[in-house]
């Protein structure tokens, strides 16, 4: 529950093209924000059958060490896409560039008609971002607030809603999650999975048009992971959001991916489906589905 009419604190840390795209999307928005078109960083609506994410030649180097090399990619309005690799791949970092934690050396960055490389600011960066959930690996609640609090921050920093409108939806995204009767508690006296619920909750709370998930199940016994899986699922089908999932996770690719691509050495070596992976006969497709080691000369 939230403390009083509103609470203070210092925000730390973070806040294939041929296929046919799954479900369109409704447009979403909240309380006071900019209209359609207002505003650098405002996703434009695209025409039904036209991708939403578009990467184009995007490539990224950290220490001149190549990480993503020429990515083209395509990810339509209402699907989940699930961006498969081993640690150290790059998904991550491709997806990261959403929201601008990351950018490209080289290449575009298309959400709608909006071209991320015109965002220059912080300013220029938040329209985007308030219509992009991003749940981090690690959940990234905040300890020092209540686990209702934690909902609540984006509505209290970015719109003009009640403190009893604000109670009211920081209950019906912890209902949209499965969580109840949590808003009072510290995020340290939830599991690892209610902590997981309770940080996608946050990243819902603006009604968001994409959601990125980073790891969702990393760290959670098979259980609680496969909750968590279906959990995707149902948002996506309910809510009609676009979801881009990174995972190396193939049970959870196989529960949520409409379509997955797998990134291996920085490049893209697949795009499809999940049944067409299974048929997928490049070298490194075979080695991930088996649970194989790369080979010596590719770990060096």
């Not at 339509?76 to 150290?88: A, D, K, N």
């Amino acid at each position: 529950m939230l403390r009083g009419n509103r609470f203070t604190c210092q925000e730390t840390g973070p806040a294939e093209p041929s296929a046919t795209p799954v479900a369109v999307g409704r447009k979403r928005g909240y309380a006071d924000a900019p209209p359609p078109g207002a505003g650098p960083g405002q996703i434009a609506e695209t025409a039904t059958g036209e991708p939403l994410i578009r990467f184009r030649g995007v490539y990224k180097s950290f220490n001149s060490k190549p990480v993503l090399q020429g990515i083209d990619l395509d990810i339509y309005r209402g699907e989940t896409f699930v961006v498969l690799g081993r640690s150290g791949s790059g998904k991550t970092v491709l997806t990261s560039m959403l929201v601008g934690l990351n950018r490209p050396d080289a290449g575009t960055v298309m959400v709608g008609d909006l071209d991320l490389a015109q965002l220059k600011s912080e300013d220029d960066w938040l329209p985007l971002r308030l219509r992009t959930g991003y749940l981090f690996q690690g959940s990234a609640l905040y300890d020092f607030i209540t686990v209702g609090e934690n909902v609540a921050f984006p509505m209290i920093h970015h719109t003009a809603w009640s403190p009893e409108e604000i109670r009211r939806r920081v209950r019906e995204k912890l209902s949209q999650v499965g969580l109840a009767d949590v808003e009072d508690l510290e995020p340290a006296a939830l599991s690892g999975g209610m902590q997981r619920r309770a940080a996608l909750a946050r990243s819902l709370a603006l009604d968001p048009e994409i959601i990125i998930y980073d790891e969702p199940t990393s760290g959670l016994d098979p259980i609680t992971g496969d909750e968590i899986g279906r959990l995707i699922k149902r948002l996506q089908e309910t809510l009609q959001v676009t979801s881009v999932v990174v995972t190396h996770d193939l049970r959870l690719t196989e529960q949520v991916a409409h379509r997955i691509a797998l990134i291996h050495r920085g490049r893209l070596v697949f795009v499809g489906t999940y049944q067409e992976f299974l048929q997928a006969e490049h070298p490194e497709a075979r080695r991930f589905l088996l649970r194989e080691p790369a080979p010596e000369e590719e770990q060096a």
